[in-house]
């Protein structure tokens, strides 16, 4: 018996994180609603850690449509920059005073990297499904996705900094990568695929 949500709303006003996310819970028949849709704002993000903003996130969408909702926080650590932008990924640029766009915050990490030869990075996500705002138990899942940063962007397909977060197995950035190239091996597609594992067992082990 399916037992899974079968709607959620997605925490997020990225509209590359829904399009990517509808594509990876389809197998799963669980359908996405954005939080824009639903006229839900965008919840404030003060923590240090992604959990703890995963969870805010999620606890502030449930609690104003009154659907379970699945949050993702997610970004981009560098280690020759000390695991910069990492939280602050989404605003990277914007908090050193320059523009809130993706351009401007690839341009913030390669330009300090230009004095470095220690290109390591990775990607996280970290997901975090509530059933409701005040779920005791919310489920968390998190990966990641190992690479290196290029020398310069390359790459028109993703979004954020994917045109600079290069992997070396294939010899592309994940800009070159196609939609279903990225979704079989990207940090959101494993944690999804742990959410997922983690819900069917839960619900599982409350059927028994």
């Known amino acids: 018996m399916d037992v899974l949500p079968q709607t959620l709303v997605l925490a997020s006003?990225?509209?590359?994180?829904?399009?990517?996310?509808a594509d990876l819970l389809a197998p799963a028949r669980i359908t996405l609603i954005s939080q824009p849709a639903l006229g839900i704002p965008e919840a404030e993000e003060p923590h240090p850690t992604f959990i703890e903003n995963a969870l805010a996130k999620?606890?502030?969408?449930?609690?104003?449509?009154?659907?379970?909702?699945?949050?993702?926080?997610?970004?981009?650590?560098?280690?020759?920059?000390?695991?910069?932008?990492?939280?602050?990924?989404a605003r990277f640029a914007q908090r050193a005073g320059g523009a809130r766009d993706e351009s401007a915050n690839r341009a913030?990490?390669?330009?300090?990297?230009?004095?470095?030869?220690?290109?390591?990075?990775?990607?996280?996500?970290?997901?975090?499904?509530?059933a409701h705002p005040g779920d005791p138990a919310p489920i968390l899942a998190e990966a990641r996705w190992f690479g290196e940063i290029a020398a310069a962007p390359r790459?028109?397909?993703?979004?954020?900094y994917d045109p600079i977060f290069y992997l070396p197995e294939l010899g592309k950035t994940?800009?070159?990568l196609t939609p279903a190239e990225k979704n079989a091996c990207s940090h959101r597609a494993r944690a999804i695929q742990r959410l997922i594992a983690q819900m069917k067992e839960n619900t599982a082990c409350a059927l028994t």
């Open 13 to 21: 006003n990225n509209a590359g994180k829904l399009r990517e996310f």
């Open 58 to 89: 999620a606890r502030h969408a449930a609690a104003a449509c009154g659907l379970p909702a699945l949050a993702d926080d997610s970004g981009l650590c560098v280690h020759a920059l000390n695991g910069a932008p990492g939280v602050h990924s």
């Open 108 to 130: 913030a990490v390669l330009n300090p990297l230009a004095a470095h030869t220690d290109r390591r990075a990775y990607y996280i996500c970290v997901l975090a499904y509530v």
């Open 155 to 160: 790459g028109a397909q993703g979004f954020g």
């Open 174 to 176: 994940v800009a070159e």
